[in-house]
């Protein structure tokens, strides 16, 4: 880690002893400080096991929604289990009338209306592919039959080359099907129904004779699949619909909740620390109020990015409302904006916490550095100080009031707050009576204006009665800063006040930046609201949107040309951003290059990973399935539905070891729970199939709640759905067909208390023979994948500081453009900025998901590092906040034409040195070849350093926002850059050092000896 200061500390780096001491002792407590929060957050950690059981308690109460959720979930495969009483459903489905209740839960009628329509479509389209699929292998199983029996009477008996091609058919299938799962996770439970309609129907369809059963035998199987969805599907939009608007409205409720969580947690995090101290306590690391900031902070982050996603399903449905399909993506937009100045808040406090503490350290070491004398210069300047400090707290809670009071605008605006009259609001809150003239409450008129003047003036020190403007109240703190004069006489007080000053500098300009963005979501509400209520309806549905949509294509082409050779801006961003180069493969040169670059994609996809998952599927399937096809095996696997284990295979089989482990146990434990459920639903009525059925529907609806509850969890709750059907639904089939019948369809019929265990027992094999083949011949560890989602995070975010680093350049030299102009280097800039964001993103939340399912896998010889990987994960997570408040502040370093600032005219370089330091990218590439490829790294691999903040203390700087924007850019800098130095020291952990140097040591004793 570097040895220097946490903040700006002035002076050059050999001035004087005393300053290295103080630069080697903050280091020291920096490092101090990061353990000591460490073990602090390990051993909270073990002392609230009570408090998260509780929590999870108290999550699973009742409400209105989960009840409704439920009750919906539960009625499709309710129904359908009950038509099995129907004698003409029961004649024409047969034994495959079970299948229906199973596909009705996979309509997740749960789903608002434009996320049900999409995934049905995408449902129906696989097992109609499916179905397609299936009748080409009977076809080619009958074909095959035809070609090898010369007589007609033996077409009836078995075949070996009709299984053989229909058994090649189903293995290129499931492989298909699970490696495209894989590939692609939004398709995962498609797939699995697509997968789940191959094993049922292609090992019953090789022993047909002719095409004419081959279609029947599918045609039922396929009207069973479609009429449980439909069934689902019709009851999805029937009972309790749910709009996605109104989704997306109850998620914008839910991230200005967030937002004014974060805002009332960063007031009470400063008011802590601001009497912390007053009062001379400096136990900073016992405060939990950072951690909360922290834990506020990522609550409201994921609330927008729901929002985010959820903005673009309710721009797709037909409403009555305000907002149409452009200002639903404007609205997600402006509640992005806020997250950087919102994040910021939180690096903030943890800044001002560490610094806290480090100066009250310093302040009891007297060794560490000259001390002033106690003279009145010293308590004059300690009055000073406070009294600025005060100040400046001051105006930053009003900025805090004027936020929330800005929040419960927005929310009278959008009208997610019920049962209030806006005329009465002034009664519901007392206001002095100083402000009762001019005070304007939320949902008023004129309230705008009134929360606009809050960022825009302000009093200061002793100017209580004089109204300034924001800039000046600015000019006024930047003036009276603690100055540092000589450094020899640099005290530890000084020192901290000086850490203190900025980073309560950076807490009152992210609070200004953070209503300002909240500014711009109210007027946008603001005059949506004034406008009338109207039908709306999504452009795609016009004809005259595709038709401009593909006509106006040419039209850009030359505008932007036009534009291009008009004001002759060319933006390159490099090959590596847009096509990495390949060490073995010039780039193509002519046609047939072309074409050969794009077949040699096809042997790189057989060679991925996900093929190889899709290989470990099928391989898990044919160990049960190949009984179908043998000839003295055939009829054993039909007569006892061995099918359900193929099912199970489907269900269970996950990528890495861990989390299958884990999903081993869930499924197992949700099977038997469904056993002993089936046992007490079959007897406690006495076998009564009234009772059967009503018992079997609650069931059903504690599944549908366990189902909205847990939906991570979806595929044990399916299994013990589909345990329950085969048991109690398979047994109201042989009731209702006769044992005769279900006999003559070569099908085994037993008493329900043994064929309760005995289909437990299938499934349970299905679910371990998936799990076999997950760890053999090699388990796909955790570990691994760990460590490589890992490296490729680390890359993701050289790329991402790469363009930061471009983006503080594009502002310090005045030539960013206009954003919304997109022949603008600032237009490209962002696109790419939010390009290797998103994919650091998904990277991150796969790492952070690996990292989740860690004790779940079984190590051979040595323990896993899992302590090291996890602080990994958090330096990792805080260098992406880092990096986007870097590239959201550096807006405000903009020249003025009448001052120009010093960042922008510096021809020493001094001003880049500070704010964009080189050798982090260069770093997190060689960490990430080091991890990724399992290597040691270089040798001698020293810390990166920052140059110290003389600039911003010794000389004079113009007193704008600019200062304020630059200051914090380079304090978060410098924590950036202490974070890097760590990451490299555990990774030199992990992987080690590239060392060939050797030392002798003599023992002087035994050369007195001898």
């Given at each position: 880690?570097?040895?220097?200061?946490?903040?700006?500390?002035?002076?050059n780096r050999?001035?004087?002893?005393?300053?290295?001491?103080?630069?080697?002792?903050?280091?020291?407590?920096?490092?101090?400080?990061?353990?000591?929060?460490t073990?602090?957050?390990a051993?909270?950690?073990d002392?609230t096991?009570?408090?998260?059981?509780?929590?999870?308690?108290?999550q699973?109460?009742?409400d209105?929604?989960?009840?409704?959720?439920?009750?919906?979930?539960?009625?499709?495969?309710?129904?359908?289990?009950?038509?099995?009483q129907?004698?003409s459903?029961?004649?024409?489905?047969?034994?495959?009338?079970?299948l229906?209740p199973i596909?009705?839960?996979?309509?997740?009628?749960?789903?608002?209306?434009?996320?049900?329509?999409?995934?049905?479509?995408?449902?129906?389209?696989?097992i109609?592919?499916?179905?397609?699929?299936?009748?080409?292998a009977?076809?080619?199983?009958?074909?095959?039959?035809?070609?090898?029996?010369?007589?007609?009477?033996?077409?009836?008996?078995?075949?070996?080359?009709?299984?053989?091609?229909?058994?090649?058919?189903?293995?290129?299938?499931?492989?298909?099907?699970?490696?495209?799962?894989?590939?692609?996770?939004?398709?995962g439970?498609?797939?699995t129904?697509?997968g789940?309609?191959?094993?049922?129907?292609?090992?019953?369809?090789?022993?047909?004779?002719?095409?004419?059963?081959?279609?029947?035998?599918t045609?039922?199987?396929?009207?069973?699949?479609?009429v449980?969805?439909?069934?689902?599907?019709?009851?999805?939009?029937?009972?309790f619909?749910?709009?996605?608007?109104?989704?997306?409205?109850k998620?914008?409720?839910?991230?200005?909740?967030?937002?004014?969580?974060?805002?009332?947690?960063?007031?009470?995090?400063?008011?802590?620390?601001?009497l912390?101290?007053?009062?001379?306590?400096?136990?900073?690391?016992?405060?939990?109020?950072?951690?909360?900031?922290?834990?506020?902070?990522?609550?409201f982050v994921n609330?927008v990015?729901?929002?985010?996603?959820n903005?673009?399903?309710?721009?797709?449905e037909?409403?009555?409302?305000v907002?149409?399909?452009?200002?639903?993506?404007?609205?997600?937009?402006?509640?992005?904006d806020?997250?950087?100045?919102a994040?910021?808040?939180?690096?903030?406090?943890?800044?001002?916490?560490?610094s806290?503490?480090?100066?009250y350290?310093?302040?009891n070491?007297?060794?560490?550095?000259n001390?002033?004398?106690?003279?009145?210069n010293?308590?004059?300047?300690?009055?000073?100080?406070q009294?600025?400090?005060?100040?400046?707290?001051?105006h930053?809670?009003?900025?805090t009031?004027?936020?929330?009071?800005?929040i419960?605008?927005?929310?009278?605006?959008?009208?997610?707050i019920?049962g209030?009259?806006l005329?009465s609001?002034?009664?519901?809150?007392?206001?002095d009576?100083?402000?009762?003239?001019?005070?304007?409450?939320?949902?008023?008129?004129?309230?705008l204006?009134?929360y606009?003047?809050?960022?825009?003036?302000?009093?200061?020190?002793?100017?209580?009665?004089?109204?300034?403007?924001?800039?000046?109240?600015?000019?006024?703190?930047?003036?009276?800063r603690?100055?540092?004069?000589?450094l020899?006489e640099?005290?530890?007080?000084?020192?901290s006040?000086?850490?203190?000053y900025?980073?309560?500098l950076?807490?009152q300009?992210?609070?200004?930046?953070?209503?300002?963005?909240l500014?711009?979501?109210?007027?946008?509400?603001?005059?949506?609201?004034?406008r009338?209520?109207?039908?709306?309806?999504?452009?795609?549905?016009h004809?005259n949107?595709?038709?401009?949509?593909?006509?106006?294509?040419?039209?850009?082409?030359?505008?932007s040309?036009?534009?291009?050779?008009?004001?002759?801006?060319?933006?390159?961003?490099?090959?590596?951003?847009?096509?990495p180069?390949n060490?073995?493969?010039?780039?193509?040169?002519?046609?047939?290059?072309?074409?050969?670059?794009?077949?040699?994609?096809?042997?790189s996809g057989?060679s991925?990973?996900?093929?190889a998952?899709?290989?470990?599927?099928?391989?898990a399937i044919?160990?049960?399935?190949?009984?179908?096809?043998?000839h003295?095996s055939?009829?054993?696997?039909?007569?006892?539905?061995?099918l359900?284990?193929?099912?199970?295979?489907?269900?269970?089989?996950?990528?890495?070891?861990?989390?299958?482990?884990?999903?081993?146990?869930?499924?197992v434990?949700?099977?038997?729970?469904?056993?002993?459920?089936?046992?007490?639903?079959w007897?406690?009525?006495?076998?009564?199939?009234?009772?059967i059925?009503?018992?079997?529907?609650?069931?059903f609806?504690?599944?549908?709640?366990?189902?909205v509850?847990?939906?991570?969890?979806?595929?044990?709750?399916?299994?013990?759905?589909?345990?329950?059907?085969?048991?109690?639904a398979?047994?109201?089939?042989?009731?209702?067909?006769?044992?005769?019948?279900?006999?003559?369809?070569?099908?085994?019929?037993?008493?329900?208390?043994?064929?309760?265990?005995?289909?437990?027992?299938?499934?349970?094999?299905?679910?371990?023979t998936?799990?076999?083949?997950?760890?053999?011949?090699?388990?796909l560890?955790e570990h691994?994948e760990l460590?490589?989602?890992?490296?490729?995070?680390?890359?993701g975010?050289?790329?991402?500081?790469?363009?930061?680093?471009?983006t503080?350049?594009?502002?310090?030299?005045?030539?960013?453009?206009?954003?919304k102009?997109?022949?603008?280097?600032?237009?490209?800039?962002?696109?790419?900025?939010?390009?290797?964001?998103?994919?650091?993103?998904?990277?991150?939340?796969?790492?952070?998901?690996?990292?989740?399912?860690?004790?779940?896998?079984?190590?051979?010889?040595?323990r896993?590092?899992?302590?090291?990987?996890?602080?990994?994960?958090?330096?990792?997570?805080?260098?992406?906040?880092?990096?986007?408040?870097?590239?959201y502040v550096?807006?405000?370093?903009?020249?003025?034409?009448?001052?120009?600032?010093?960042?922008?005219?510096?021809?020493?370089?001094t001003?880049?040195?500070?704010?964009?330091p080189?050798g982090?990218?260069?770093?997190?590439?060689i960490?990430?070849?080091?991890l990724?490829?399992?290597?040691?790294?270089?040798?001698?691999?020293t810390?990166?350093?920052i140059?110290?903040?003389?600039?911003?203390l010794?000389?004079d700087?113009?007193?704008?926002?600019?200062?304020?924007?630059?200051?914090?850019?380079?304090?978060?800098?410098?924590?950036?850059i202490?974070?890097?130095n760590?990451?490299?020291?555990?990774?030199?952990?992990?992987?080690?050092?590239?060392?060939?140097?050797?030392?002798?040591?003599?023992?002087?004793?035994t050369?007195?000896?001898?």
């Amino acid at each position: 880690m570097s040895t220097e200061t946490p903040a700006m500390v002035s002076g050059n780096r050999n001035t004087s002893t005393s300053e290295a001491t103080l630069l080697s002792r903050s280091g020291t407590l920096a490092r101090t400080g990061t353990l000591a929060r460490t073990e602090t957050t390990a051993f909270q950690n073990d002392t609230t096991r009570r408090l998260q059981l509780k929590s999870v308690l108290f999550q699973q109460k009742l409400d209105w929604y989960t009840v409704k959720m439920a009750i919906k979930t539960s009625i499709p495969p309710a129904v359908l289990v009950c038509a099995i009483q129907s004698d003409s459903w029961i004649n024409h489905f047969k034994t495959n009338a079970y299948l229906a209740p199973i596909i009705s839960a996979c309509v997740l009628p749960a789903l608002p209306r434009a996320m049900l329509i999409r995934h049905n479509v995408r449902l129906t389209f696989a097992i109609v592919l499916a179905y397609c699929w299936a009748l080409l292998a009977g076809w080619s199983g009958v074909q095959a039959r035809q070609h090898t029996t010369n007589n007609v009477d033996e077409r009836n008996a078995y075949n070996s080359s009709a299984e053989a091609v229909v058994a090649i058919f189903l293995i290129f299938f499931i492989w298909s099907s699970c490696t495209l799962k894989s590939a692609f996770p939004d398709w995962g439970l498609q797939c699995t129904i697509a997968g789940i309609l191959a094993v049922a129907t292609l090992p019953g369809i090789a022993r047909a004779p002719n095409t004419k059963q081959v279609i029947d035998q599918t045609n039922i199987i396929l009207e069973a699949f479609l009429v449980g969805q439909a069934v689902g599907f019709v009851n999805a939009l029937i009972l309790f619909p749910q709009s996605c608007r109104d989704v997306f409205k109850k998620d914008m409720g839910a991230c200005l909740d967030g937002l004014a969580g974060v805002t009332r947690t960063q007031r009470k995090c400063m008011q802590s620390i601001l009497l912390r101290t007053i009062t001379g306590t400096g136990e900073m690391d016992s405060n939990p109020c950072a951690n909360q900031l922290e834990a506020a902070v990522q609550h409201f982050v994921n609330e927008v990015s729901k929002t985010r996603q959820n903005s673009e399903y309710a721009a797709r449905e037909i409403s009555w409302g305000v907002f149409d399909h452009s200002q639903l993506g404007d609205i997600s937009s402006l509640l992005v904006d806020l997250i950087p100045p919102a994040s910021g808040l939180s690096s903030v406090a943890d800044m001002l916490q560490l610094s806290t503490a480090a100066g009250y350290d310093l302040s009891n070491d007297a060794c560490a550095i000259n001390r002033h004398s106690e003279t009145d210069n010293d308590s004059s300047y300690d009055d000073d100080w406070q009294h600025l400090e005060t100040a400046m707290h001051q105006h930053s809670q009003k900025m805090t009031e004027a936020i929330l009071e800005g929040i419960e605008h927005a929310k009278v605006r959008l009208e997610l707050i019920k049962g209030r009259s806006l005329f009465s609001r002034s009664r519901v809150r007392k206001v002095d009576v100083e402000h009762r003239a001019v005070a304007v409450n939320p949902g008023e008129a004129g309230f705008l204006e009134s929360y606009r003047d809050v960022f825009e003036k302000g009093r200061v020190l002793d100017e209580e009665n004089e109204a300034i403007s924001n800039k000046k109240l600015l000019e006024c703190y930047i003036q009276h800063r603690p100055q540092v004069g000589n450094l020899s006489e640099y005290t530890s007080e000084m020192h901290s006040n000086t850490l203190r000053y900025f980073l309560f500098l950076h807490s009152q300009t992210l609070l200004s930046s953070l209503g300002n963005e909240l500014l711009n979501l109210l007027t946008f509400v603001d005059d949506c609201y004034s406008r009338h209520k109207r039908l709306l309806i999504p452009p795609f549905f016009h004809p005259n949107y595709w038709v401009k949509r593909f006509v106006s294509l040419g039209d850009i082409q030359q505008e932007s040309t036009s534009q291009d050779a008009e004001k002759q801006t060319h933006v390159e961003l490099g090959p590596g951003f847009y096509s990495p180069k390949n060490p073995d493969h010039l780039p193509p040169s002519n046609l047939m290059e072309t074409i050969g670059d794009y077949i040699r994609k096809i042997p790189s996809g057989f060679s991925s990973d996900h093929a190889a998952f899709g290989l470990r599927v099928v391989c898990a399937i044919m160990t049960i399935a190949i009984i179908a096809f043998l000839h003295d095996s055939q009829n054993f696997y039909f007569r006892h539905r061995f099918l359900w284990s193929l099912f199970a295979i489907l269900l269970s089989m996950a990528r890495t070891a861990g989390s299958s482990t884990f999903l081993l146990l869930g499924r197992v434990l949700g099977t038997l729970a469904s056993m002993i459920t089936s046992y007490i639903i079959w007897y406690v009525v006495d076998e009564k199939t009234p009772g059967i059925l009503v018992f079997l529907w609650l069931w059903f609806v504690v599944l549908g709640y366990l189902f909205v509850k847990f939906p991570s969890l979806f595929s044990v709750w399916f299994v013990a759905l589909i345990a329950s059907i085969v048991m109690i639904a398979n047994e109201l089939q042989v009731r209702k067909l006769g044992e005769a019948a279900v006999l003559a369809s070569g099908q085994a019929v037993y008493a329900p208390y043994i064929i309760f265990p005995y289909r437990l027992a299938f499934v349970t094999l299905g679910v371990l023979t998936g799990y076999f083949w997950t760890i053999f011949p090699y388990p796909l560890s955790e570990h691994s994948e760990l460590r490589e989602n890992m490296a490729k995070t680390m890359y993701g975010l050289a790329c991402y500081y790469m363009c930061i680093q471009q983006t503080v350049l594009a502002h310090l030299h005045g030539n960013f453009g206009d954003v919304k102009d997109k022949t603008s280097p600032g237009f490209h800039l962002q696109a790419a900025r939010r390009r290797i964001f998103h994919k650091y993103q998904a990277l991150n939340t796969s790492t952070k998901t690996g990292y989740q399912f860690l004790d779940w896998e079984f190590g051979l010889g040595g323990r896993f590092p899992k302590q090291t990987y996890g602080e990994m994960i958090s330096i990792l997570e805080r260098l992406g906040s880092y990096m986007t408040l870097i590239s959201y502040v550096s807006r405000d370093m903009k020249a003025s034409k009448a001052t120009s600032s010093w960042w922008a005219n510096d021809p020493t370089g001094t001003a880049q040195a500070h704010l964009i330091p080189k050798g982090i990218t260069t770093r997190m590439i060689i960490l990430h070849s080091a991890l990724s490829r399992a290597h040691p790294l270089p040798p001698k691999l020293t810390e990166i350093e920052i140059p110290h903040m003389g600039e911003f203390l010794t000389r004079d700087v113009p007193a704008d926002a600019g200062f304020a924007a630059a200051a914090l850019i380079h304090s978060v800098t410098w924590y950036l850059i202490r974070d890097v130095n760590r990451l490299t020291q555990l990774a030199r952990e992990l992987v080690g050092e590239l060392s060939f140097s050797f030392s002798i040591i003599h023992d002087r004793h035994t050369e007195n000896g001898l």
